[in-house]
């Protein structure tokens, strides 16, 4: 069974530029989360998706949204991007409807802003 | 809101030995779950092992078992045997069990863990 697949997997951008993060989960996952790591704030919980639903959102701007379709897949928008949204984005998806906490994590998304 | 502070930067144990990671955590919940997550150079972060709140035995998984004092608000990880596999960073997490915490998990600075020959 194919894991969980992020695209692109690195991507360089410009301050005030905006940009979109694709991830497929596992076949059968209906659940996405989406994480953003840096070195000084570490991982940070951005919004979970299920059936093309938010459930939960962190706190952040509103510069960063996202979406989920009908089949699982999911995006994630920053726009008007700053420098530091330089990160890597995690995206993990789960089996179960409710709360686990068994997260599949794909690669990441290496977003470097200039 | 939950806290989980790891408070050990870098480690480093010899192939073949045991080595304790500690992470302690901040809440007012009393049903969640705490984990321990691996994350390889360049690879995706895996989940080593889960502990659930309400129970009060220890998960084990194969060479991985926890620590996990409630009242103390402890949660160690022991990897015993260690292997060059082991190498990674790995980060201790909370999620609230229940409720609206979908997807949610409340992460340590997490510890890097180098495994030596």
């Known amino acids: 069974k194919a894991g969980v697949t992020q695209t692109p997997r690195y991507l360089i951008k410009t301050r005030g530029q905006q940009v979109t993060l694709s991830c497929s989960p596992i076949?059968?996952?209906?659940?996405v989360s989406w994480y953003q790591q840096t070195p000084g704030q570490g991982l940070q919980f951005l919004f979970e998706?299920?059936?093309?639903?938010?459930?939960n959102k962190g706190n952040f701007p509103g510069r960063f949204s996202g979406r989920q379709f009908s089949n699982s897949r999911s995006e994630m928008n920053v726009s008007t991007l700053e420098l530091g949204d330089s990160a890597l984005y995690l995206c993990a998806s789960s089996l179960s409807r409710v709360n686990t906490g068994e997260l599949f994590f794909g690669e990441g998304s290496r977003l470097t802003v200039l | 809101a939950q806290t989980v502070t790891q408070s050990q930067p870098e480690m480093s144990v010899q192939e073949a030995e045991t080595v304790t990671l500690s992470c302690t955590y901040d809440t007012s919940e009393n049903n969640y779950y705490l984990f321990w997550y691996k994350q390889p150079p360049s690879r995706q972060m895996i989940l080593v092992i889960r502990q659930e709140a309400y129970k009060q035995q220890n998960a084990t998984e194969n060479r991985f078992s926890v620590n996990f004092q409630k009242a103390a608000k402890s949660f160690s990880l022991k990897i015993s045997d260690s292997q060059l596999g082991d190498t990674a960073m790995y980060f201790c997490?909370?999620?609230?069990?229940?409720?609206?915490?979908?997807?949610?998990?409340?992460f340590g600075q997490g510890t890097i863990l180098t495994v030596h020959p």
């Open positions: 076949s059968g996952h209906r659940s």
């Open positions: 997490a909370f999620m609230k069990r229940g409720g609206t915490s979908y997807g949610k998990l409340t």
């Open positions: 998706y299920f059936s093309e639903t938010q459930r």
